[in-house]
């Protein structure tokens, strides 16, 4: 039987996501479906679904780090929306007959916002190192931290004397930080990062802790080395596919009662209200009216924690168990109701930029920063390996060249190696209207993403520069699109290596044994994006 749950979530995620929606609502339908058949979870589905809470919380605690938290606008802007949230949510939650201790629980769940979705779109932009980037991520962890103490509550019972010894866990870091230095294959690295996840709940469950808080602090005692985020990336596809059993478990709990769509509604028509919450407050804390719009919409969805937090206070009778199937549907039909906006934000935005500007506040913003190019003549967007190739080839040849990246970890690793990097987001109009590209000659876009090189080659000209853009790209067909978008020259890595190749073949022909040649040509490097 287990064949069927798998093939028929393979089905749906792959219908629901041909429209753009994320598959995880197509893991719900499946389940739902499945739920009307007769279709009960078994043991090894419940195992699924609980490893996939596991690792998905692993990774979040992967990502906490402190400096990206301890901020005003995260801090500030997290905080008091959750505050606010909840005393709008109570009083509605009451009025659908639920005591106060649930009525209270479920107005903090409904307070956060999805960390899946939002990693995933702002991947598929590749904002993640951008500036409202960070800031959205930054309050997801918070709200998650907040899930956890949920979890925590309403877990029960009493942990063990020996919980004490926990605090002890930071001294396994360099331990465990040696360990991942000297692993170098990938499949032991993706190995570790299970362990570490498992290991880490299993322990915090033996001492009567929750599970899901273990799999956390786990993730957290690597969440400042550098391979940390290695260990994410390699456990990002386990943790997917296992997510698939913990939405169909919800799933299978079949429909909800007729007040529950009643319920579902109105917390749906609820929605835009938290979304002007969050404006509101992104702007009271000083941030552009673009960070605040792109950070709103990247928060405008209800959360997989939610369902997380919710499922441990139902299994602890905080909360009716027929009620987290409603909480399911209300969280699936507000990633689709979020879709479209993640879609076309970019033309949402231009509609009603002179709209939202009048609430930006007329002070020194924490994201703006004045960018000076000084007298370079030559300006590298995207300072990944091409982007290096390209800056350290113009400083070769004597000439002045700038380079300028989104990502702050990047950045940093450029000026020790004593290259000149500024931080910028190509795809912001307002940069391009600001900055003083007087002395600049051409400029080099090098970054992978074809969605952000056309957005930033169109921003470029749309600001009046009419100096040569060349950017880097691997498909003829992006080439053409690049071309109208107003490129000047495009360059096609992997064409020019199959063309060296073919030259050196005709020029070996005559030789019996050729001599091994290197080919000059980089071909960029998948990484190499910014936003």
């Known amino acids: 039987m287990d064949i069927i749950w798998v093939g028929l979530a393979f089905i749906f995620g792959l219908l629901v996501?041909?429209?753009?929606?994320?598959?995880?609502?197509?893991?719900?339908?499946?389940?739902?479906?499945?739920?009307?058949?007769?279709?009960?979870?078994?043991?090894?589905?419940?195992?699924?679904?609980h490893l996939g809470v596991i690792f998905l919380l692993f990774t979040v605690g992967l990502h906490i780090r402190l400096k990206n938290i301890v901020r005003m606008e995260?801090?500030?802007?997290?905080?008091?929306?959750?505050?606010?949230?909840?005393?709008?949510?109570?009083?509605?939650?009451?009025?659908?007959?639920?005591?106060?201790?649930a009525a209270i629980i479920i107005s903090i769940i409904l307070g956060f916002s999805s960390t899946v979705l939002a990693a995933k779109n702002l991947e598929q932009r590749n904002e993640l190192g951008a500036y409202y980037g960070r800031v959205a991520i930054g309050i997801l962890i918070l709200?998650?931290?907040?899930?956890?103490?949920?979890?925590?509550?309403?877990?029960?019972?009493?942990?063990?004397?020996?919980?004490?010894?926990?605090?002890?866990?930071?001294?396994?870091?360099?331990?465990?930080?040696?360990?991942?230095?000297?692993?170098?294959?990938?499949?032991?690295?993706?190995l570790l990062a299970i362990v570490m996840a498992i290991g880490g709940a299993s322990l915090f469950e033996f001492l009567n802790l929750s599970s899901e808080l273990g799999a956390l602090v786990a993730g957290m005692i690597l969440a400042t080395d550098e391979k940390g985020e290695e260990l994410g990336k390699k456990l990002w596809g386990i943790k997917e596919a296992f997510l698939v059993g913990f939405f169909l478990e919800i799933g299978l709990t079949g429909l909800p009662s007729n007040d529950a769509y009643i319920f579902i509604l109105v917390f749906i028509l609820l929605l835009p209200i938290k979304s002007i919450l969050f404006y509101g407050l992104f702007m009271i804390f000083k941030l552009r009216s673009r960070t605040g719009y792109l950070s709103t919409v990247t928060l405008t969805a209800y959360s997989e924690f939610t369902l997380i937090a919710g499922t441990v206070a139902a299994a602890?009778?905080?909360?009716?168990?027929?009620?987290?199937?409603?909480?399911?549907?209300?969280?699936?039909?507000?990633?689709?109701?979020n879709a479209p906006l993640a879609k076309f934000e970019d033309q949402i935005w231009k509609r009603f930029e002179p709209f939202l500007h009048r609430f930006e506040r007329d002070v020194k913003h924490p994201e703006r920063e004045v960018i000076n190019?000084?007298?370079?003549?030559?300006?590298?967007i995207g300072m990944g390996s091409a982007g290096r190739a390209a800056y350290d080839r113009l400083h070769d040849r004597g000439k002045q060249a700038i380079g300028m990246d989104i990502d702050p970890g990047r950045i940093e690793s450029n000026l020790k190696a004593k290259r000149r990097v500024v931080y910028g987001d190509i795809q912001d109009s307002e940069l391009w209207e600001t900055i003083d590209l007087e002395h600049i000659k051409s400029i080099i876009i090098a970054m992978g993403n074809t969605a952000v090189k056309l957005s930033a080659t169109k921003a470029?000209?749309?600001?009046?520069?009419?100096?040569?853009?060349y950017v880097i790209t691997m498909r003829d067909d992006e080439s053409e699109a690049l071309q109208k978008a107003g490129a000047s020259s495009v360059t096609i890595p992997i064409t020019q290596a199959g063309e060296q190749l073919a030259e050196l073949s005709i020029e070996n022909d005559s030789r019996e044994e050729a001599e091994p040649v290197k080919l000059n040509v980089d071909q960029g490097d998948s990484n190499d994006r910014q936003s």
């Open 316 to 337: 602890n009778g905080f909360l009716p168990e027929e009620f987290i199937l409603t909480l399911g549907l209300l969280t699936a039909i507000s990633f689709v109701a």
């Open 74 to 101: 995260v801090v500030g802007v997290g905080f008091i929306h959750l505050a606010i949230s909840t005393l709008i949510f109570t009083p509605i939650t009451l009025y659908f007959g639920f005591d106060l201790t």
């Open 143 to 190: 709200q998650d931290l907040v899930a956890i103490a949920i979890i925590a509550y309403t877990g029960g019972g009493v942990p063990s004397p020996w919980s004490l010894l926990l605090l002890g866990l930071p001294i396994l870091r360099p331990i465990l930080s040696k360990l991942l230095d000297s692993i170098h294959k990938d499949e032991l690295i993706m």
């Open 17 to 49: 996501s041909r429209v753009h929606v994320p598959p995880l609502v197509g893991y719900l339908i499946a389940g739902i479906g499945l739920a009307l058949f007769g279709y009960e979870a078994g043991d090894m589905l419940s195992e699924i679904s």
């Open 373 to 380: 190019l000084g007298k370079s003549e030559y300006l590298v």
């Open 460 to 469: 470029i000209r749309d600001s009046g520069f009419d100096k040569p853009v």
